[in-house]
């Protein structure tokens, strides 16, 4: 058997949407890595973005659309319940929308949720610093930016990992480039391919890559050389290193794993959602019934979750695979013949 994991949510969804895995071969078989920011959220953060609802004088809350539904660790609550409850949490398409909000509304704080890689990282940070320049000092951004390669270091790393190779996210490639991907290669010593999103994309990086593992070459190859670079995106990678800073972080599922996030520098606290409001994330909570966690690791297949179609449905959630836009849960309930059969 053959597993081949990809680590983009979007990846995720184009191969369940296009049905490709079902037109692999028996012996090679796709599986889902922690490519969905929302869904590697760690619980403990979640509700400590609850919480803030809770606030008195509580901030508005901005955030993308997938982080609505998100069940905290109290059965059947979300930020959707707590807005049907009168709490101000309104959905943005960008940290910039957020920006605008702020200035508008003097007089309320608001926060972004800043959930996402490297992707979404270089528009949070533009969002900060374009802050500080408008004097838009009632905005603050609660930084949940996860770094890709530590936790796929911290997967390889577990003695159970069973993988062959990798598709790399097309996305987060755009900003760090072909150099970005190479650890997976130079460091990991598996085969890797930068992909696309389209299913002729990802069927020819498939092809190379399978055909890397056949001949056992650990290489790196961009099977999307039309928008990654070998060096990346050096603007937005600058904007990254002016307002973040790396720290360690918690995964859902994963734990802490060390280096793995983004903060804000010092010289942005005063944007600093988590040292505005005092925000501290709790002790390590999951879910019950929720085997999200073991899903994002590649551990099991939705399917295989106990909850997955019965108690975890859309309009039901039980953990945030089953609501974001790309997770795998949501992937497998919306396009998977699995579906029919539950």
């Excluded at 389209?198 to 020819?204: A, G, L, N, R």
Aim: proline fraction near 7%; charged fraction near 25%.
């Amino acid at each position: 058997m053959i597993r081949i994991m990809e680590v983009c949510g979007t990846h995720t969804m184009a191969i369940a949407r296009s049905g490709l895995k079902q037109l692999l071969p028996p012996e090679v078989r796709l599986i889902s890595g922690p490519g969905c920011p929302v869904c590697v959220t760690s619980q403990e953060t979640v509700d400590s973005v609850l919480g803030l609802t809770g606030l008195k004088d509580a901030p508005v809350i901005t955030t993308y659309g997938d982080m609505l539904r998100v069940p905290g660790s109290v059965f059947g609550d979300s930020l959707l319940k707590r807005r049907a409850l009168g709490a101000d949490v309104r959905v943005v398409y960008s940290p910039m929308d957020a920006l605008d909000i702020a200035a508008n509304e003097p007089d309320r704080q608001v926060v972004f949720l800043g959930v996402g890689f490297e992707t979404t990282a270089p528009g949070t940070a533009s969002a900060v610093k374009a802050a500080r320049e408008r004097n838009v000092h009632n905005f603050t951004v609660l930084s949940m930016l996860k770094r890709l390669e530590p936790s796929i270091r911290a997967l390889a790393a577990d003695p159970g990992f069973r993988v062959q190779g990798f598709l790399c996210p097309g996305h987060v490639a755009v900003i760090l480039g072909e150099k970005g991907m190479r650890f997976f290669t130079d460091d990991l010593h598996f085969p890797a391919v930068i992909a696309g999103f389209e299913p002729e994309e990802i069927m020819k990086a498939l092809t190379l890559l399978l055909r890397d593992v056949r001949n056992g070459e650990a290489v790196l190859r961009n099977a999307y050389p039309s928008v990654v670079n070998p060096e990346g995106n050096e603007l937005a990678l600058e904007l990254m290193e002016q307002v973040l800073e790396i720290r360690d972080d918690r995964w859902r599922g994963m734990g802490m794993i060390k280096e793995s996030g983004y903060g804000l520098r010092e010289e942005y606290a005063d944007f600093d959602a988590e040292k505005r409001f005092g925000i501290r994330a709790g002790d390590p909570v999951e879910l019950p019934g929720c085997l999200c966690g073991e899903v994002i690791k590649g551990a099991l297949e939705p399917a295989d979750c106990p909850a997955f179609g019965k108690g975890c449905i859309p309009d039901s959630p039980v953990g945030p695979c089953m609501v974001s836009s790309e997770g795998a849960c949501a992937a497998a309930w919306k396009y998977s013949a699995i579906k029919a059969l539950k």
